[in-house]
C-alpha cells in the first residue's frame, strides 16, 4: 500500500503521518471577538495565517511548547497558538493583549505528495468534523464558513520540530499542503481567558484542548 504522508493532529493516531491541530474558538461579548471569515488581519487572509502557521508548527523547534507556562508562536504582529501531540490537552499560556491570536481548530495537513494540498483538502472532506469553541463561555459562531485550504507550499523542517521529534519527516525542505478550520481572535483583554476546544471526527476520533491564558 501506498503510504500517505498524512496526520490528523493533536496526533493521538499516528497511523496516518500528516497532522491536524486542535485550537482556540472564540466569541465572548464582553472579552473577546474573532475576525471575519473573509477578513485580512496583519495584511494577510485566514489561509495565508494558515500557512504561516504550519511553518512554524511543523517547521520550527519553537513550536514545541510545554503545556505549563507555553509561549505563543510569533509572525510579524500575529501570535500563533501552539498545540498538543495528545487526545487530551490543557495549555497554560501567556499572550500579548496587543496582538490577534490565530488558532487553528481542526484539520489535515499532508507532505511530499504528488498534490499535498488535494491530499490534505480530500482528508478533511472524507472526515468531515464537528467542533465547539468557547472562550470564556461563550461560542464561537459559524465555524463551517472558517475553512482554510492552502495551495502547495514549502517549509524548511528543522531537526529539532515536532515532526522530526516523533520520526515522522525528516530535516530539509518538504512540500505540505493544508486544509482546516481555523479563527484569528481580536486582542484580548488584560487578564486571564478560558479557550476551550472539542471537535469529533465522523470516525469516532475526538480532540479536547483547552487554553488558560493570561493577556498581559
Excluded at 481555523?182 to 481567558?193: K, N, V, Y
Aim: glycine share 8%.
Amino acid at each position: 500500500m501506498e503510504r500517505i504522508n498524512r496526520v490528523r493532529t493533536l496526533f493521538a493516531a499516528l497511523a496516518f503521518t500528516g497532522i491536524t491541530v486542535a485550537a482556540v474558538p472564540v466569541a465572548g461579548a464582553h472579552d473577546a471577538e474573532v475576525y471575519g471569515a473573509r477578513e485580512k488581519v496583519a495584511g494577510k487572509s485566514l489561509t495565508q495565517w494558515n500557512v504561516e502557521f504550519l511553518r512554524w508548527f511543523a517547521g520550527e523547534a519553537s513550536a514545541v511548547q510545554p503545556e505549563s507556562g507555553c509561549s505563543p508562536g510569533r509572525s510579524g504582529k500575529m501570535q500563533l497558538l501552539p498545540t498538543t501531540l495528545e487526545q487530551v490537552a490543557t495549555f497554560d499560556c501567556t499572550v500579548s493583549r496587543n496582538r490577534p491570536v490565530f488558532v487553528f481548530a481542526n484539520g489535515f495537513f499532508c507532505w511530499d505528495e504528488v498534490d499535498s494540498a488535494a491530499c490534505a483538502s480530500s482528508a478533511i472532506d472524507e472526515f468531515a468534523t464537528t467542533s465547539t469553541m468557547t472562550i470564556d463561555g461563550e461560542a464561537v459562531e459559524n465555524m463551517h464558513r472558517r475553512i482554510a485550504r492552502t495551495g502547495n507550499f514549502p517549509i524548511d523542517v528543522e531537526p529539532d520540530s515536532v515532526l522530526v521529534n516523533i520520526g515522522a519527516i525528516d530535516p530539509g525542505v518538504h512540500t505540505f499542503g493544508s486544509a482546516g478550520y481555523a479563527a484569528i481572535l481580536e486582542p484580548l483583554r488584560r487578564g486571564h481567558h478560558t479557550v476551550v476546544i472539542h471537535t469529533e471526527f465522523n470516525d469516532g476520533f475526538t480532540i479536547d484542548v483547552t487554553y488558560h491564558l493570561t493577556a498581559v
